[in-house]
Structures are given as structure tokens and as C-alpha cells.
């Protein structure tokens, strides 16, 4: 019973990083109702940007995750205006096809640097220990750092002025652009801000399992099935749906070989869409 | 008079938003049925019921005696009910002709391609995009999408049409020529059952009129009967179109 | 149909295309141009998803693994004729196709696409652990299997003109579905669902229909390929990537036509083998063709044909 008890409290301090990386996507999409198909490979890169800072340049792990916000944020900047300006108000497929590419570039490029090894970096956190089972320093610490930067993206998003901008475009890109608000900036900025997420999730993730470039594409499944149990673009949703996907996992994985989990996830993901289109969360929203 | 389009008791709720309530309404065959109503009173809300777009949470809708109610859009449209959207729709990537021939194909009628093109083509004439038959939908003006979107909807040859706010956004002579067309649709036995807020015009066509507000039907009547309905007035109260239809009437 | 050029046109060049290589012998050529003729065969049929109903099979090698596999199985342990074997892999998979489409074409966009990564995937990882089906080694072809066929050598030459056959059969089936009333209506789900569906188009049934057509002669195909190959095995018969090149394929020669993906196959293919002899790094084969996507879709999302549509409006008409 303890023992259940551990695996699911394990698995909600994992959940609240699949529910930081399910922000990321959910936000884009809320804002300029985009699906990032590169989701997976900004994880990933998030992943070796942790690689890069703690054993390739030898600096301590966590300062990864201020250096990926800033990246993420840049990198996502620049992706937008190179691949999904021109894709807002077309056709969806066209954004589809436009940040898949995109996913298909970063990950080709991904492979021929690190090719499909897998890599792992290994943190030092000091764990706690608690009824005999040891809760990893690692996972406690990617869930309070995932925590504060969920909380820091609700202060941006309704204690500033970006922040209520960005919800106004959100809201009603027309209204908005009439007001006055530079929406065009304002979803580069949007954009910016879902990439840094995924990335510094990412970055989070590499520091509690091991990983290689085809990682991300079992991360975007999850991701997807929590942005559908929160409700798409739905910041609060998202980290509920991961935190819940996270205790779905924990309690799912003494019964079944690893390799089956993300079908068992793909399958949860389909049924959601056709019987709660609009998010398990949203339900109790109405 | 035989009742084509009967809705009777109909009701929507979106979250806590009770957008329609015990709505009845009838639609008699070649009767021009105006619906009014003040932003937000739900009329779009009924058309988006009536021709199967949302399932009612209460109520029934019959067609020709046909129980419609929840069916979805396609077969709301094989039963003969067609629509044309406020904000128009067209195909962008197919011809004004493809645009309509779709509508035929697929309407009442269910007819084949060679039969329905030829449909298509006359029903786009005597809207008069005769002259534009062959050019992309995306390359029409305004006004020529709005047309195409009636074209449209005619195609198919339905037994009842939904219009909404076909008159917005069009000059003058534009609303002049599209007030005879809707006639003419009438005369030619379809019965509308249209929406639209300019008051002139819709006094002018409707035989009868029903007006909504906040989701009910406030009073219902000819056109002058509504018109100097104290409830109606206040509904609309700062309404300068009302007013001046009030103390105008017909 | 048969009373205009065009379709006739594709017998033609599919007769050259066949017999060709066969009178002079020329094995080389065969080779290739069986290759191209595969990826024609999926490309014109994910075409009839992408370009007429605007939907985005992201796992569309599915139908090619699991035709390969139904057929190989068929004919070594059930000793079954080839052509016959390919036939009921067509016919499964599209009856199975059917099945799994009723349920997810109820997704729009992108979590339509997700979930067809995911079926591949899916059915990739059942295969792997299907010991009927040889498990994560696959299935190899006991050579007395082209016994029936004449021999291998001669084996080969029949399943290339089978396999042409089907080719011709997909452009066929794509020109006689455009021309129908089945694709406007298709079509007319691609531009604006939601409008098609309020002018009477029963989009439910007829996506469910495109998509199982799109899985029949893919399926075939695979079962012919694999036969030829002698051997199928999970990650060949499910690959991704290939999936995504079909994609690309499409795209790039103009999605919606009928002779754009075949361009777009011929030009991938070219540009494939291209990078292959200059680069050794398969990978980059991925940053190009994403590279390459990228730009048709920000910049000429018609392809090749949309671009000499745009510039000529008159050849609209005729080169389709």
C-alpha cells in the first residue's frame, strides 16, 4: 500500500514536468490556434541543452534551465517568424505540414550530430527519504522547478502587460489588433514563450532519465494526451492533465512492459478526443 | 396553409447560457418568415439548431412532417433544407460552377454530376453569375461570394431556406437587387425563413415576422403588428430603424 | 472516362514504363524504375487523403507493411498464388482501414495525423511480438516460393509489371474518383468541412470511404514489394520516415492533381539517390526532405504543378 503510495506521489512530481511540457504546446495553440508538430524535437533539444551545459562545458546541471528559457525563447522567436508567420489564417493543414518539417529538420540535424545513442547525464540531488522508500532528488527538484516556472507564467500571464495582451489575442485576434495591440508581435512572443516551455521541460526531463534524439516523440504523445485532458489552450488544464498523466504512469507501470505504455497512452489520447473533445478539466469548468 | 418547417419547444443551453428557450416557430409553404431580434437573442443559435449544426437540449424540429430533430448537417440537407451563412463560405478552391454543382449534387435532389452541373449553371445564371461560371470562388468580390453563397444554397433546390443577413454588407443597388432575388426565390416555392437587421427591408419582404429576445420569442405577427408592439419597441429601445419602421409601417 | 485522352495517356506511358526495361533487358533500370513506381503507388493514393479530403495520413505505410505482411504470409505458409495473396491483403487492410477509420476521422487537423502516426506504431509494435508473423525477425521467403512464378529470375519481371499495373491503376482510380461525384464531394470536404458538410455532403461516410480506397493498392503494392524482396520485417515494412517521403512527394509535385505526385516521386527519387552517392549521412536525407517541405509549404503549397497553374491558368485545364 506505502508502496502504491510512493509510486503515485513519484509519479505526480514526474507528471508536473509532462504538465510544464503540455503548457508549452497548449499555449500555442490557445493563442494562434497552431498545432506545434515540433513539439518532440524542442524537447529534445531542451534534453541536449543539458547535455551541453553540465558535460560538455562542465557547469552545474540546474543553471541548464535559465539558459534554455532564454534560448527556448529566442529559438521560439525565430521559428515562428521562419516557419508559422506565413501559416496564421491558412488552412491548418498548411501549420501542420509547415512546423512538422520543421520537426523533421531540427531532428535530422539532431542525428547527424549525436546520432541515436543514448545519452545520459547524471545529476547529484540529494533525496529524502521516507517510510523506507527513497523519493529521488531529482524528480523533487524537476517538480518544484516545473511548479515555479508554471507559477511564473501565471504572473506573466495575468499580472503584466504582455501577459493580458497575450490573452487578448487569444481571445479575439480581431478585437485585439483593433485595440491597438501589435498581435503579429505578439504571437512571435506567444510562440517564443510555448517553445521555452517545451525546451526547459525537456531540459528537466534529461535530468531524470536517460535519453536520446528520438526521445521526443514519446514525450509530444504525452504531451498531446495531457493538452487533451486539460483542454486545449488551457495553461491550468495542462499541468492538472500532466500531473494526472504522471499518477496514471506511476500506477500503470509495475503491470506492463515500457514498450506498450505509450500505445496505452495513444489509445487514452484517441478515446479523449472522440468522448471529451473539449478537455476532462473543462468539463467542470461549464 | 400547409406548415413546411415546424419548431416547436426548442431549446439551447451553452454552459450556463440558456441561448434559446421554448421556442415555436412555423414556416408555411411560399411564406417569407422574418426573424428579428436584438444582438444576442439567439437567432443564429436557431438556425445552427434547425439545420442540425448543434443537437437541441429540448424540442423538435419537423420537416414535411419529418422529425429532424439532432440529425445532422448532410441530412438535414438531403431532406431538402438549405442555408446560407451570414459569414459566407465558399469553396474558395473550386469555380463559382464546382461551388454550385456541389450543392446540387448533394441536395435534395441527390442528383448526378452531369445533371447537377446543369442545375448548377442555371440556378447560377438567374442569380446572375452567369458571367463568372468559370472563375475561382476566391476571386470573387464581396458581393459575388455573397451571391455564390445563395447560388449555393439554391442548387440544391430545397423546399426551405434559411437566410442569414444576406443583405449585410451590400450598397444600395446591391440590396435592392438581392431583396427582388429573395422574391423571386419565393415566388418560385421555396419558402425563407430569414434573418437580418435591416428593418426596411425585411418589413418590406416578410409576411410574417417573430421576434427574439434573449433567447424567447417576445411577439410574433405581421409586420406592423410587430412593429407597434410596446415590447418589441422596448426590446429594441434606441433603435432607430425600429422606430422609424413603427411609425411607418409596411 | 474512357472517351477522354487522358486516362489513355496513362495506359500508354504505363505500357512503355513496363515494357521497356523488359525488351531490353535491362535489369538496372528495372530495378530503379520499380522503385519509383512503388513510391508513385503511394503517393497518388495519399494523395486522394491529402489533396482531395485534406487530410494528412502521417502513418499512410501502415497499408504497405500490413499488405506485405498479409501477402508473405499467405504464400509461405499457405503455399497461396501471389496474385491472389496480394489481393486479399488489398482487401483486408482496406476492410480494416474502414474499421479504424469510421473512428478516427471523427479528429480533425493534427490530432487526425497523431493518430495515424499512432496506429502505425501500434500496429508496428503487435507485429514485433506477433510470432505467426515471425516476431521482431519477420518473415523470409523460402525460395521455392518463386517456384510457381517460373523461377526468381523470371519472378522478378512478373511482380515489376504487376506492380506497374497497379501504378496505372492508381492514377486511373485517382483521375476516375476526381471526375466523379464521390470526389467533389471529397474535394468539397477539403476546402471547408463544415460547409460541405451543411450543402449535403455526408462527410462521415465518404472520409471513411477515401480512406480505406487509399489503403487498397498501397496494400497490394507492399504485398508485391515484399515478395520480390524475399523478406519483410518490422521496421522495414513500417518505416516513418518513408511514410513522411510520401509525403513530401505529394507536396512537392502538387497535391490534389493527378500527375503531380508521380512528378514529385520522380523528383524525390532523383534527388534521393542524388544526396545518397554525395552524402553518407542518411540522416540528412531528413533535414533535406524537411527543408524541402518547408519551403513548398510556405512558399508554393500548390508544388510544382500549382506553380505552372499559377503562371499559365490555361494549362489548368489539360495538365492535371
Known amino acids: 500500500m506505502i508502496g502504491i503510495l510512493a509510486s503515485v506521489i513519484d509519479g505526480v512530481l514526474v507528471g508536473s514536468v509532462y504538465g510544464l511540457a503540455a503548457m508549452g504546446l497548449t499555449l500555442i495553440w490557445g493563442v494562434m490556434n497552431v498545432i506545434n508538430l515540433a513539439h518532440g524535437a524542442i524537447i529534445v533539444l531542451g534534453m541536449f541543452v543539458l547535455y551541453l551545459v553540465a558535460t560538455a562545458l562542465g557547469l552545474p546541471a540546474y543553471g541548464a534551465v535559465p539558459v534554455m528559457i532564454i534560448f527556448g525563447f529566442a529559438f521560439g522567436v525565430a521559428l515562428y517568424w521562419i516557419a508559422v508567420h506565413r501559416m496564421i489564417g491558412r488552412p491548418a493543414l498548411m501549420s501542420l505540414l509547415a512546423t512538422f518539417a520543421v520537426n523533421m529538420v531540427l531532428i535530422g540535424l539532431g542525428t547527424a550530430l549525436w546520432t541515436t545513442s543514448p545519452y545520459n547525464v547524471p545529476v547529484a540531488m540529494p533525496g529524502a527519504t521516507w517510510q523506507g522508500y527513497t523519493f529521488t532528488g531529482t524528480h523533487m527538484m524537476a517538480a518544484v522547478l516545473a511548479a515555479l516556472i508554471a507559477g511564473l507564467l501565471y504572473l506573466l500571464l495575468y499580472r503584466t502587460r504582455i501577459g493580458k495582451a497575450i490573452r487578448a489575442v487569444a481571445n479575439n485576434r480581431e478585437a485585439a489588433e483593433l485595440s491597438g495591440i501589435p498581435t503579429t508581435q505578439v504571437l512571435s512572443l506567444a510562440f517564443g514563450l510555448g517553445v521555452a516551455l517545451a525546451g526547459v521541460s525537456g531540459t528537466l526531463i534529461a535530468t531524470l532519465f536517460p535519453f536520446t534524439v528520438l526521445s521526443g516523440e514519446a514525450y509530444q504523445l504525452k504531451s498531446f494526451v495531457v493538452t487533451v485532458l486539460g483542454g486545449l489552450g488551457n495553461p491550468a488544464g495542462a499541468l492538472m492533465g500532466g500531473v494526472a498523466l504522471g499518477l496514471i504512469e506511476g500506477l500503470a507501470t509495475p503491470f506492463m512492459p515500457v514498450s506498450w505504455i505509450p500505445i496505452v497512452e495513444f489509445g487514452l489520447f484517441v478515446l479523449c478526443l472522440i468522448a471529451f473533445p473539449h478537455g476532462i478539466f473543462a468539463l467542470k469548468r461549464s | 396553409m400547409t406548415a413546411l418547417l415546424s419548431v416547436i419547444g426548442l431549446g439551447k443551453k451553452f454552459g450556463g447560457l440558456q441561448a434559446v428557450q421554448g421556442l415555436d416557430l412555423t414556416l408555411n409553404e411560399g411564406e417569407i418568415l422574418g426573424l428579428i431580434g436584438p444582438n444576442g437573442a439567439g437567432k443564429s443559435t436557431v438556425f445552427n439548431l434547425i439545420n442540425g449544426v448543434f443537437p437541441p437540449d429540448a424540442g423538435r424540429i419537423v420537416l414535411e412532417g419529418k422529425d429532424i430533430t439532432g440529425e445532422p448537417p448532410y441530412r438535414v440537407a438531403r431532406h431538402g433544407l438549405a442555408r446560407a451563412h451570414q459569414i459566407v463560405q465558399p469553396l474558395l478552391g473550386l469555380s463559382v460552377l464546382d461551388n454550385c454543382t456541389v450543392g446540387a449534387c448533394f441536395g435534395r435532389e441527390n442528383l448526378p454530376l452531369h445533371r447537377a452541373r446543369d442545375v448548377a449553371r442555371e440556378v447560377a445564371e438567374s442569380v446572375g453569375l452567369g458571367d463568372r461560371l468559370d472563375m475561382l470562388a476566391s476571386s470573387l468580390t464581396t458581393a459575388g461570394k455573397k451571391r455564390l453563397e445563395l447560388a449555393r444554397a439554391l442548387s440544391a433546390r430545397p423546399r426551405v431556406l434559411l437566410l442569414d443577413e444576406v443583405l449585410s454588407g451590400l450598397n444600395p443597388t446591391e440590396t435592392e437587387g438581392m431583396i427582388r432575388t429573395v422574391r423571386r426565390i419565393r415566388d418560385g416555392g421555396v419558402a425563407i425563413l430569414m434573418i437580418e437587421h435591416i428593418m426596411r427591408a425585411i418589413m418590406s419582404l416578410s409576411d410574417r415576422i417573430v421576434v427574439l429576445n434573449l433567447g424567447r420569442k417576445l411577439a410574433e405577427g405581421t409586420p406592423q403588428e410587430v412593429a407597434s408592439n410596446p415590447a418589441v419597441i422596448t426590446a429594441y429601445l434606441g433603435e432607430p430603424q425600429l422606430m422609424a419602421a413603427a411609425e411607418n409601417p409596411g | ?320
Request: hydrophobic share 55%; net charge neutral; charged share 10%.
Open chain 3, 1 to 320: 472516362m474512357w472517351r477522354r485522352p487522358f486516362p489513355w495517356l496513362i495506359v500508354g506511358a504505363a505500357l512503355l514504363y513496363a515494357l521497356v526495361p523488359y525488351f531490353t533487358d535491362d535489369v538496372q533500370l528495372r530495378e530503379s524504375l520499380l522503385l519509383a513506381a512503388v513510391y508513385i503507388i503511394l503517393a497518388s493514393n495519399l494523395n486522394l487523403m491529402i489533396g482531395y479530403a485534406g487530410y494528412v495520413n502521417f502513418g499512410n505505410i501502415v497499408f504497405f507493411g500490413l499488405g506485405g505482411y498479409i501477402c508473405l504470409y499467405l504464400v509461405n505458409d499457405f503455399q497461396w498464388p501471389l496474385i491472389l495473396a496480394a489481393l486479399l491483403g488489398g482487401v483486408a487492410v482496406s476492410a480494416l482501414a474502414l474499421l479504424f477509420g469510421l473512428g478516427i476521422l471523427r479528429l480533425r487537423g493534427a490530432f487526425f495525423a497523431l493518430a495515424t502516426i499512432g496506429v502505425n506504431a501500434a500496429i508496428q509494435q503487435i507485429v514485433t511480438n506477433f510470432e505467426p508473423w515471425g516476431g521482431a525477425t519477420g518473415i523470409y521467403l523460402a525460395l521455392d516460393a518463386y517456384g510457381s512464378l517460373g523461377g526468381p529470375m523470371q519472378a522478378l519481371w512478373t511482380t515489376y509489371l504487376l506492380i506497374v499495373a497497379l501504378t496505372a491503376a492508381s492514377l486511373l482510380a485517382s483521375y476516375a474518383i476526381r471526375n466523379s461525384k464521390f470526389g467533389l464531394g471529397l474535394i468539397a470536404i477539403g476546402q471547408n468541412e463544415d460547409a460541405a458538410a451543411v450543402l449535403g455532403v455526408p462527410t462521415p461516410l465518404y472520409k471513411a470511404l477515401i480512406y480505406s480506397a487509399s489503403a487498397f493498392l498501397p496494400a497490394m503494392a507492399g504485398g508485391l514489394y515484399f515478395f520480390k524482396s524475399g523478406i519483410i520485417e518490422p521496421t522495414g515494412a513500417f518505416n516513418l520516415q518513408t511514410s513522411i517521403e510520401a509525403i513530401v512527394m505529394v507536396m512537392l509535385g502538387g497535391s490534389g492533381t493527378i500527375l503531380g505526385p508521380t512528378l514529385g516521386a520522380f523528383l524525390y527519387e532523383e534527388l534521393r539517390g542524388y544526396l545518397l552517392i554525395a552524402e553518407p549521412f542518411s540522416h540528412f536525407q531528413l533535414v533535406i526532405a524537411g527543408t524541402l517541405l518547408l519551403i513548398i509549404v510556405l512558399f508554393a503549397p500548390g508544388g510544382l504543378l500549382g506553380f505552372v497553374h499559377r503562371l499559365w491558368p490555361r494549362t489548368r485545364r489539360w495538365l492535371e
